[in-house]
């Protein structure tokens, strides 16, 4: 293990601060649709969804509700991804535009659905390669 003396210390320190704050402008330019606060002096600048990019349907319906609501129709039912979006778009629910980041919206809301423990979907498959996650409605949560 080496020492540093102090003033070789803190010429490291202001050099790794400057590269956190390039790193952070990158991020900005990189992905506008995110927005960055500061939480408070001397905290890490977490990023934070804008409204904009969280995909919300035509009467201000967040991704995540709509799911929910799409599994409660039929309870009795397994879903998996693929039947969230069929059902989505028949709605008309607007959904980002490849059809990837689209089935990655939804495979999110629907495992964020089952993270919940006061939720009512619950995983009834891990799926496993081409075997896709199943997720059923629950009476209780």
């Known amino acids: 293990m080496t020492t540093m ?3 070789n210390f803190d010429d490291y320190v202001a050099a790794e601060m400057r590269l956190d704050k390039e790193a952070i402008d ?3 330019r990189r992905y506008p649709e995110w927005e960055f606060v ?4 001397g905290q ?10 969280a995909p919300v349907g035509t009467s201000g319906e967040p991704l995540i509700q709509a799911v929910q609501r799409i599994i409660r129709a039929s309870p009795n039912r397994e879903w998996i991804s693929a039947d969230i979006y069929a059902a989505l778009a028949t709605e008309s ?3 980002p535009e490849p059809r990837t980041q689209r089935m990655a919206n939804i495979s999110t809301a629907l495992g964020k659905l089952a993270e919940r423990p006061s939720s009512y979907v619950r995983l009834v498959y891990k799926g496993a390669g081409r075997n896709p996650n199943r997720y059923q409605w629950r009476d209780i949560p």
């Not at 500061?38 to 002096?41: A, C, G, I, L, V």
């Not at 890490?44 to 990019?53: E, F, G, I, N």
């Open 5 to 7: 003396n102090t003033r």
């Open 26 to 28: 990158r991020l900005k």
């Open 38 to 41: 500061q939480r408070s002096e």
């Open 44 to 53: 890490k600048t977490l990023p934070l969804v804008s409204a904009q990019a």
């Open 93 to 95: 629910f607007p959904l």
